[in-house]
């Protein structure tokens, strides 16, 4: 089965040997950057619903898009990036990355860990009437034959086929509730992905067998398409 991740807003470089790739929807990916080129920094700050600072800092992604371009999984760097911690895995295990790991985007549509993107800021919150769910959700039904293991937040799980879909959740109990406290959620993520690298596998022998934090396996919950992990001492 194939892992599916959600993109980062930040971004690092990070060195790499691999070889990289073109990605599959980058013709689409440059067509839609090329729309959000033509709005002024006003228009960006309104769109992207953000502080001035950030409007420029797009502004600038957006008119050097293509000129500077990183593998995905050497760029991303926000809190599952992190703890994916890339730069130490063994080569081995990047390889198993570079063939069963995808990540789900609002720009690029799906991305492999080798493909080569330009730093950019969007999601499907952006007020643009030309981004939005619709193309990509129909191209990656067709593309997703067989089940994936779901590790993408709300936002970009829309764009996977629910019927093909084994979703990891996790948990946590602080202070008397227990629910997905995002920052803890992301970080488990990227945990979960370092996991099946490490294991070369994803059976759902190994989906259900993590053990880290304190997470455990909650089999009354867990079902079919849902596999939950809850951190009761958190």
């Known amino acids: 089965m194939k892992i599916i991740i ?24 440059h067509e839609l950057a090329a729309f959000i080129k033509e709005y002024d920094v006003k228009g960006m700050q309104k769109a992207f619903r953000s502080s001035d600072k950030i409007a420029h800092e797009v502004f600038a992604m957006y008119n050097k898009f293509g000129e500077d371009t ?10 599952q990036y992190k703890n994916i911690d890339v730069s130490t895995l063994q080569k081995k295990e990047i390889a198993f990355l570079n063939e069963n790991l995808l990540i789900a985007d609002s720009l690029y549509g799906l991305l492999k860990p080798t493909d080569l993107i330009s730093p950019y800021r969007l999601d499907f919150n952006t007020k643009f009437s030309f981004v939005n769910t619709d193309f990509y959700q129909e191209q990656l039904k067709n593309l997703l034959i067989s089940p994936v293991v779901n590790l993408c937040s709300k936002e970009f799980s829309v764009l996977l086929p629910p019927e093909k879909t084994i979703t990891i959740h996790f948990l946590q109990k602080i202070k008397g509730i227990t629910k997905s406290y995002s920052t803890y959620t992301k970080m488990e993520r990227g945990r979960f992905v370092r996991y099946l690298a490490k294991k070369g596998d994803t059976s759902l022998a190994t989906l259900i067998s993590y053990s880290n934090n304190g997470y455990t396996l909650d089999n ?3 079902t079919e398409h849902n596999i939950i992990y809850t951190a009761l001492d958190f």
């Open 70 to 79: 990183h593998p995905a999984l050497f760029l991303y760097d926000g809190l």
């Open 220 to 222: 009354k919950k867990s």
């Open 6 to 29: 959600s993109p980062a807003k930040k971004m690092h470089k990070k060195s790499y040997t691999i070889i990289p790739t073109i990605p599959m929807f980058n013709e689409r990916a």
